[in-house]
């Protein structure tokens, strides 16, 4: 077996992950140092996202404005992603009154981190800026921020939710011109996306060293005292992301074209991605050509479904934000109604959709839309969320990716009856 041929086995980027696992647990201070590798991998896959996003989603627009093409209905997938967001908030909210809050407070590390100066413990962490200056998100905010004033500067700033809608625009403007220049176009951004893919395959030669450098070193900065004093809530955070993908499995086994088993198989490598970087983004391309390539889904419908599950609808992130805001109710022993618990629910999916365009801290601090109206402190428990986030994050990410699969193969192929599995 030649070297390129082992680096391009499936089990060799199994591997290589778990021996991350490993080594980025054994020795932390080592694998520190491999930090400034895995931003080189994550950046060589991450300038190919916002390329192959605009082409893909922006030629599907056009040829869905002026075909027959009944593979996709952008109707069937919001209401798809809107039930999808409904269920994992139910079960957020299940999960988060599981909870065992006193794990939490009656820890000596963690009860000094609520109680302390929130400043001081915000600066000892290393946060950029702290979180009295951070701004207070709201949908409306949200909502304005959608159509970017300057095209150039979302593509420079790779805000994709902004990319996604202008794509959308775009492609809705083109498919109003005549066949030629529609046809003109179509072959444009198909070469733009054919030649970011071409780059792509760089980083895709060497996945398992790359998934090594990004999975130990990520790893290595967990704080476990903290871990430990979080359990219940990471234990709970899990089952819940374990419900959504019980569930993503089920719509597999109804509607995948190559059955459960080989769907899971096939999203192998994405899976992989997803849990080593913690970008949706990045698992873009991979998802892509996976449902197009071994799925055999149409890939005018992949195109479109993809990206706008991917930036969209972030189902795991519903059900912790839900799970969070019970979490946190708990902490400061207060007792939430049946309608407070149903604007969790309708809170944490539009938090979604807010923090579609953020990470790390700033997103955290975005479930300040639920928590406002609700009266709840934030606190230094941002400090918790922050530290575990490392944990938490990577089963989010591949959560979220399990279930946009499973539910691109619903929108796209729901004629498949169950006795075809």
Not at 98 to 110: G, M, P, R, Y
Not at 154 to 171: D, H, M
Not at 294 to 321: C, E, H, Q, W
Not at 386 to 408: C, E
Request: hydrophobic share 50%; glycine share 4%; aromatic share 10%.
């Amino acid at each position: 077996m030649n070297f390129s041929k082992f680096l391009g086995s499936g089990y060799t980027t199994l591997l290589c992950a778990l021996a991350a696992i490993v080594f980025g647990l054994t020795f932390p201070e080592v694998a520190k140092e491999f930090k400034p590798f895995s931003q080189i991998f994550l950046t060589m896959i991450s300038l190919t996202v916002i390329p192959i996003i605009f082409a893909s989603v922006t030629c599907s627009i056009i040829k869905i404005m002026t075909s027959n093409n009944k593979n996709i209905k952008i109707s069937n997938i919001v209401f798809t992603f809107l039930i999808a967001f409904i269920i994992s908030g139910i079960i957020g909210v299940l999960m988060g009154t599981l909870i065992n809050s006193k794990d939490v407070t009656n820890s000596e590390i963690v009860s000094k981190m609520i109680f302390q100066d929130m400043q001081k413990s915000i600066a000892e962490l290393s946060i950029d800026e702290p979180f009295s200056n951070l701004k207070k998100f709201n949908f409306w905010d949200f909502f304005m921020t959608l159509l970017p004033k300057n095209p150039f500067e979302a593509f420079a700033k790779g805000n994709v939710i902004q990319i996604i809608t202008l794509s959308i625009l775009v492609g809705v403007a083109v498919a109003a011109l005549d066949k030629f220049k529609r046809e003109i176009t179509l072959t444009s951004l198909g070469v733009l996306m054919s030649s970011f893919k071409a780059i792509l395959k760089i980083p895709t030669k060497i996945l398992p060293i790359g998934i090594f450098f990004l999975l130990s070193s990520s790893l290595s900065e967990i704080d476990l005292d903290v871990l430990f004093s979080m359990k219940s809530f990471c234990l709970y955070s899990g089952l819940g992301f374990l419900l959504i993908n019980i569930i993503a499995l089920g719509v597999f086994y109804l509607y995948s074209p190559i059955g459960l088993k080989n769907s899971i198989l096939s999203l192998k490598e994405s899976i992989i991605v997803a849990f080593s970087t913690c970008s949706n983004q990045a698992t873009v391309p991979f998802l892509i050509s996976s449902l197009s390539n071994k799925f055999n889904l149409p890939n005018s419908a992949v195109d479109l479904s993809i990206p706008l599950g991917v930036t969209m609808s972030r189902v795991s992130n519903v059900a912790y934000y839900a799970l969070v805001t019970i979490f946190i109710a708990s902490i400061y022993n207060e007792p939430l109604s049946i309608m407070q618990y149903g604007f969790v629910v309708f809170g944490a999916i539009l938090t979604s959709f807010a923090a579609s365009g953020t990470s790390g801290v700033i997103a955290i601090t975005m479930i300040t839309i639920i928590l406002d109206p609700l009266n709840l402190p934030i606190g230094s428990i941002l400090i918790l969320l922050v530290v575990i986030d490392s944990i938490i994050d990577p089963f989010r990410t591949v959560t979220s990716l399990i279930m946009n699969a499973a539910l691109s193969c619903f929108v796209i192929n729901r004629k498949r009856l169950p006795n075809e599995a």
